[in-house]
T-cell receptor, first 115, second 111 residues
Framework: GAGVSQTPSNKVTEKGKYVELRCDPI?????LYWYRQSLGQGPEFLIY????????DSGLPNDRFFAVRPEGSVSTLKIQRTERGDSAVYLC?????????????FGEGSRLTVL | GENVEQHPSTLSVQEGDSAVIKCTYS??????FPWYKQELGKRPQLIID?????GEKKDQRIAVTLNKTAKHFSLHITETQPEDSAVYFC??????????FGTGTRLTVIP
């Protein structure tokens, strides 16, 4: 596609439920990043993939959060046993290369609301 | 990991005046410093970036300066216009290729 695509754009769920958020990066981009953005805050790093492997998952807040990128393209962020504090916009970004410098291209985000 | 601090959190300027936003970073191995603009409800978009081997870069009304010794970098917007109103984020990319963001500056340009 022309840009980074994220689905769903909005997700409302109940506390304790399981949620999956999907990111379809720009074709050919090897690096993929997940960020979480709360209202009035900067994007908070969660995890970074280079190809299929997680190059850095140090930003995942706890073991309820997990992300995969099995074929080096689409990625899914999975949140188990959601809590109200998980409510935020989850941003995905991709980059042509993870090596050296390079612009990150962001998707529109998935707004998660946990009731 | 990298710690990026950004000031001020809010900034109001009269149309036509200049705006300056400052950031500091902690990891001396960071080598790439982009600035993103985010309008309400929209995705962050890159407006300018600078690499660690350059001290200053300019693109029309926008300029960025980098002081590697002090680990400071700044965004300068001249001749501000109402459409410059948005939240601006600085970021620093570490040697491990991770990008960490500042907390943002909400710029309001008053017509």
């Amino acid at each position: 596609g022309a840009g980074v695509s994220q689905t769903p754009s909005n997700k409302v769920t109940e506390k304790g439920k399981y949620v999956e958020l999907r990111c379809d990066p720009i074709s050919g981009h090897t690096a993929l990043y997940w960020y979480r953005q709360s209202l009035g805050q900067g994007p908070e790093f969660l995890i970074y993939f280079q190809g299929t492997g997680a190059a850095d998952d140090s930003g995942l807040p706890n073991d309820r959060f997990f992300a995969v990128r099995p074929e080096g393209s689409v990625s899914t962020l999975k949140i188990q046993r959601t809590e109200r504090g998980d409510s935020a916009v989850y941003l995905c970004a991709s980059s042509p290369t993870g090596a050296g410098t390079g612009e990150l291209f962001f998707g529109e985000g998935s707004r998660l609301t946990v009731l | 990991g990298e710690n990026v601090e950004q000031h001020p959190s809010t900034l109001s300027v009269q149309e036509g005046d200049s705006a300056v936003i400052k950031c500091t970073y902690s990891d001396s191995a960071s080598n790439y410093f982009p600035w993103y603009k985010q309008e309400l409800g929209k995705r962050p978009q890159l407006i300018i970036d600078i690499r660690s081997n350059v001290g200053e870069k300019k693109d029309q009304r926008i300029a960025v300066t980098l002081n590697k010794t002090a680990k400071h970098f700044s965004l300068h917007i001249t001749e501000t216009q109402p459409e410059d109103s948005a939240v601006y984020f600085c970021a620093a990319k570490t040697g491990a290729n991770n990008l960490f963001f500042g907390t943002g500056t909400r710029l309001t340009v008053i017509p």
